[in-house]
């Protein structure tokens, strides 16, 4: 499966931002899905995962309750809506897909085989 990551921009701090990964290829609905970031300087870091189905979700601790992830697998896509960002929140943002298998931790890297190319956030104070 290929991913293409868009909706990045410079936004001003409060504000929001929606982010899309569009898939192709293989059947999109069949894999997890994931958002990570990398802000400059550090190491990326898990932002969200969505189940293939949709029906689940988790987040890290520093979004909750700002940033909801979704999907719609009728148009292989999988959103990022961000609101009251805050500089912190800058960085490149990358999509990701994993296989289903049992004890994967769609909160680890290396739970995910496929990745998009990075579509930048920034947020200015």
């Known amino acids: 499966v290929q991913l293409q990551a868009s909706g990045g921009g410079l936004v001003q701090a409060g504000g929001s931002l929606r982010l899309s990964c569009a898939a192709s290829?293989?059947?999109?609905?069949?894999?997890?899905t994931g958002w990570f970031r990398q802000a400059p300087g550090k190491e990326r870091e898990f932002v969200a995962a969505?189940?293939?189905?949709?029906?689940?979700?988790t987040y890290a601790d520093s979004v909750t309750g700002r940033f909801t992830i979704s999907r719609d697998n009728a148009k292989n896509t999988v959103y990022l809506q961000m609101n009251r960002l805050s500089p912190e929140d800058t960085a490149a943002y990358y999509c990701?897909?994993?296989?289903?298998?049992?004890?994967?931790?769609?909160?680890?890297?290396?739970?995910?085989?496929?990745w998009g190319q990075g579509t930048l956030v920034t947020v200015s104070s």
């Open positions: 990701a897909a994993s296989v289903p298998a049992i004890g994967a931790n769609l909160m680890r890297e290396r739970s995910y085989a496929y």
């Open positions: 290829g293989r059947t999109f609905s069949s894999y997890h």
């Open positions: 969505i189940s293939m189905s949709g029906d689940s979700t």
